[in-house]
């Protein structure tokens, strides 16, 4: 029997779901036990603990008018709802909710392509569109666009960007590439923002901002509103990429390194997202890989301009990894092993049967990913205090081996953990990763996006003047959730009745 | 007259080339009444990396099944075929893959209203010449596994034998391990899996539910 939602009665919830069927179709609310499986976080810290998250049902709208609805009925019976776009934010939670017995809002049957326009190079989709979806359309219909994509092709344009997940291309910030929202809020309303509160918007896709405040953002790794509709600007077909990697030898060339990594992203010479990695060997202390987007005459002055600069460093070295030509035959395609990076989707990284620590086969990962400023002061700075918190924390290796370039400034610190199906394991490395949360945040770091269960201690750290921005948010949500019906709890944002809960787990 | 769980344990007692055999066999209700008619297979899978994977396919091909070849990734399997066909209609798969390939179908699979219905992990120890066969699946199947993987050299050959008699309609399930001698691992990896997907219960969320969705390619009015 999957568990209820706290406080409401058995014949309540089963009212609810009555009610709830009556507005998607019965067939599309979901309760058996063989159902709510499928719900789970197949990479759960918490995989058959008592704390493991289990939601009590899923629904399944099919329309805007519907989701105004389910959210309705939420509110009259005081039942959480946890939106999902395809719920496959595997390493962050999955379709999974913070707490037991809430309602998973599963937004997959709504995957329409409402809108591509090559001419101004954008999409506007509905929630369940995959990125395998808006590919596929943009093919069958020989549009010059290119998709800037994380690595797994199956999650969705818009939970992807509502997570500020982070793409492989120029257009790596999928938040910040998104334009224009229609939302529907707590109460049921429905909200466009940005040029879209126009009736009858020309320039909805065009332009994000509108007139105003600026909103969008409150609607992203938060619990203030269902998103239905979302505009994302598109990178128009390049001519060429090219691909390649730079190897500077001594640890103290760090800081002339990513200096100039940097100066490439900021200057837009080089502005896709890009890797650097310490082997910490003879290969070369640091190596980054670099991504050049563009007509072929550009992109070769930019690299070699490029080269130029990091030629500053004594004994750096260039490497050409592969050079494409757009558009590519399926031919081609075919013997491309990453070809995320050309803006088509695969699920490679799968692929390799999750083979991990000499078992047959693992149980996935978890992501602790620290934002850490564009700086080799800052990448010294957090490989010895990642270093020292991983003997302390007893964790096998020597800390983060990879860092991300993502956004303009600042670098992701990638560390994943292992999933454990053993319960003393499994806490251990539960009790790892909030060491190394609170250890960041002593640092002055946090994260840029958590797995659900770890949201509140993500949030904790962010306490800036006794957590005056999470005060804020707090009455964001009282007075546009009063009943706190959605995904409570989420990044640490708790409805005025549930804010004991909290304080109970501090 | 003998009880399920004797007649089970006999069967597997009566099989020659097991090194041993252990069920967990829950006395699965209605056992009189489950259908055997097979699941129709639209494909059947396979690594083409894998010994094991190949030689289940060729005997897949022998019995008259359509196989698809992949090298890990499924991404082109689904992208090209699957979807496409699911899209019209759900339709049974099998296959022997690395268990990354089976994670990432048996999660597409779900949006087309399918799940695992038979599952068996293959773990291999090259050095003591066995594999460990750890099966959950319907009864009615594990029942014959052992008799249909008998005399096999090549054991994916047998396994394409059990996955083909899948049964068409929902079954209680059971568990059953079977541990039998490996001599041709050539390059196998240390675990592989076999497994069936077939339609069962819960709707297609993929092709949308009603005249108000689109497939991908249709406009819908906002
Ligand atoms: C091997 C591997 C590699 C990965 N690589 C990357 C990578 O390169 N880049 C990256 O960013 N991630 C990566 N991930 C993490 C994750 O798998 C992806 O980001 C995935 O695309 C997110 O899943 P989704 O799109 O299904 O989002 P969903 O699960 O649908 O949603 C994500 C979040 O947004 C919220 N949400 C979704 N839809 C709505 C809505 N309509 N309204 C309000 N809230 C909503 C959800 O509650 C959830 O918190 C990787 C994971 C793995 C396992």
Redesign the pocket.
């Known amino acids: 029997m999957p568990p209820l939602p706290p406080g409401v009665t058995a014949q309540q919830f089963s009212n609810a779901l009555r009610e709830f069927g009556s507005a998607v179709g019965p067939e599309w609310v979901l309760s058996t036990d063989e159902d709510i499986r499928t719900y789970r976080d197949a990479?759960s810290p918490f995989w058959e603990e008592a704390e493991e998250p289990i939601p009590s049902a899923a629904v399944g709208p099919n329309t805007v008018e519907q989701v105004q609805q389910v959210v309705r009925i939420a509110n009259k019976y005081r039942i959480p709802l946890?939106?999902?776009?395809?719920?496959?934010?595997?390493?962050?939670?999955?379709?999974a909710p913070l707490n037991s017995g809430t309602i998973v809002l599963d937004?997959k049957r709504m995957n329409r392509v409402l809108e591509v326009s090559e001419e101004n190079a954008y999409a506007l989709v509905e929630?369940g569109v995959s990125f395998f979806d808006l590919y596929r359309d943009i093919q069958e219909r020989g549009l010059k666009l290119m998709l800037d994509l994380?690595?797994?092709g199956w999650?969705?344009v818009?939970?992807?960007a509502?997570?500020r997940?982070?793409?492989?291309g120029p257009y790596e910030d999928?938040f910040g590439a998104h334009c224009g929202m229609e939302v529907v809020l707590p109460s049921g309303e429905v909200m466009r923002t940005g040029m879209g509160a126009v009736p009858g918007a020309k320039s909805w896709q065009h332009n994000p901002y509108g007139f105003g405040p600026f909103v969008d953002g409150m609607?992203a790794q938060s619990n203030f509103?269902?998103?239905?509709k979302m505009g994302f600007h598109l990178l128009p077909e390049p001519e060429a990429l090219r691909l390649v990697t730079v190897t500077a030898p001594r640890r103290d060339d760090v800081v002339p390194f990513v200096n100039t990594v940097g100066y490439l992203k900021n200057a837009g010479i080089c502005p896709a997202s890009f890797g650097i990695r310490s082997p910490r060997n003879d290969t070369g202390y640091w190596s980054a890989s670099l991504k050049f987007y563009g007509p072929l005459k550009v992109i070769d002055a930019q690299w070699e301009h490029a080269q130029e600069k990091f030629s500053a460093i004594a004994g750096v070295r260039f490497q050409e990894d592969a050079l494409y030509r757009f558009p590519l035959s399926p031919d081609a395609i075919d013997g491309i092993p990453n070809k995320n990076v050309l803006g088509i989707p695969d699920l490679a990284?799968?692929g390799q049967g999750f083979v991990r620590d000499g078992r047959p086969h693992g149980y996935?990962?978890y992501f602790f990913a620290p934002i850490i400023p564009m700086t080799g002061e800052a990448m010294l700075e957090a490989q010895d205090v990642f270093e020292q918190a991983f003997k302390q924390l007893e964790l096998p290796g020597r800390g983060p081996v990879g860092f991300t370039g993502w956004q303009r400034r600042s670098l992701i610190s990638l560390i994943s953990l292992p999933v454990e199906h053993d319960t003393g394991k499994a806490q251990k490395n539960r009790e790892a990763f909030r060491g190394l949360m609170r250890i960041a945040g002593e640092h002055g770091w946090g994260v840029y996006r958590a797995p659900?269960v770890f949201m509140p201690d993500a949030m904790e750290v962010y306490s800036y003047n006794n957590h005056a921005l999470r005060r804020f948010h707090e009455t964001v949500k009282d007075a546009l959730d009063p009943n706190g019906i959605l995904?409570p709890g989420?990044c640490g944002i708790w409805p005025r009745r549930l804010r004991e809960a909290r304080e109970a787990r501090a | 007259m003998a009880s399920r769980r004797e007649f089970l344990q006999l069967a597997l007692a009566a099989s020659a080339v097991p090194l041993a055999a252990r069920g967990v066999l829950a006395a699965p209700a209605g056992w009189a009444d489950e259908s055997t008619a097979p699941t129709p297979l639209y494909a059947v899978v396979f690594d083409e990396r894998y010994p094991a994977s190949r030689a289940f396919a060729g005997e897949a091909k022998r019995l008259g099944l359509s196989t698809r070849g992949i090298g890990g990734d499924v991404t082109r399997l689904w992208f090209d075929d699957l979807d496409r066909r699911w899209r019209q209609e759900p339709a049974a798969i099998a296959g022997l893959t690395t268990y990354g390939a089976l994670f990432c179908l048996d999660v597409l699979a779900r949006d087309y209203g399918m799940r695992t219905r038979f599952r068996a992990d293959h773990y291999l120890d090259r050095a003591a010449g066995r594999v460990e066969h750890v099966m959950a699946g319907p009864a009615a199947l594990l029942r014959d596994a052992d008799t249909l993987m008998r005399g096999q050299a090549a054991w994916g050959r047998g396994l394409a034998r059990v996955v083909t008699r899948h049964p068409a309609s929902p079954a209680p399930a059971t568990r059953l391990t079977l541990v039998a001698r490996a001599e041709h691992t050539g390059e196998d990896p240390a675990h592989l899996v076999s497994w069936v997907i077939s339609p069962w219960g819960p709707p297609a969320w993929a092709a949308g539910g009603g005249p108000e969705s689109s497939l991908v390619g249709e406009r819908a009015k906002f």
């Open positions: 990479f946890w939106a999902v776009s395809t719920g496959r934010n595997l390493g962050y939670g999955g379709a937004l929630p994380p690595q797994p999650g969705s818009m939970g992807h509502l997570d997940g982070v793409g492989q999928r609607f509103g269902v998103v239905t990284a799968f996935g990962h659900v995904a989420k």
